[in-house]
């Protein structure tokens, strides 16, 4: 019998060299997962509606929009809440966390992953996972990790 393979939408800020390794990592895990579609990655930071200016109106309109709709097309959001790790700031950036309550709204389940480990998870973070992979150790779980059974996964990060 054939495995299903989920189509993903991967939250993730995509400014830096250090946040664009990170996506790397995590996609190259993914497409190692009998349970994902390689194709149905949607890697946000390739759909940036270049036809409009950057910044622009427009662009804004355009690209929030396809996220949406991205986002709720798929089977499971896979959320990279590293944001300025190199700076030493464990905060995820804003346009990921509202992708994460976006999804979360409309029942699709979020895989968080987190390469800084020494981090706190704010409480609607804390309430929205269904699994957590925190740790350059224990990421490498994803490729394993079964998305059609969607196995809760806790994390021991303390919660404020």
Same mark, same amino acid.
């Given at each position: ?15 830096? *060299? ?33 036809? &409009? ?19 709720? %097309? ?16 464990? &905060? ?6 509202? &992708?994460?309550?976006?999804?979360? &709204? ?37 490729? *394993? ?11 021991? %990060?303390?919660?404020?």
């Amino acid at each position: 019998m054939a495995t299903y393979q989920n189509k993903v939408y991967l939250a993730s800020p995509f400014f830096s *060299d250090g946040q664009k390794d990170r996506i790397d990592q995590v996609i190259a895990l993914l497409k190692q997962n009998p349970t994902i579609d390689n194709d149905a990655i949607f890697n946000p930071q390739e759909h940036q509606f270049e036809q &409009e200016p950057f910044g622009s109106f427009k662009w804004q309109d355009a690209v929030f929009a396809s996220d949406m709709r991205q986002v709720h %097309k798929a089977d499971v959001v896979v959320a990279i809440l590293d944001y300025q790790l190199e700076d030493g700031l464990t &905060e995820p950036d804003s346009g990921t966390v509202f &992708e994460i309550g976006s999804a979360h &709204e409309a029942n699709i389940p979020v895989i968080m992953v987190q390469f800084g480990e020494n981090s706190q998870l704010n409480l609607m973070l804390a309430r929205s996972y269904t699994a957590f992979f925190n740790g350059k150790a224990d990421i490498q779980g994803l490729k *394993d990790y079964d998305f059609n059974n969607l196995e809760q996964k806790y994390t021991e %990060k303390k919660v404020l």
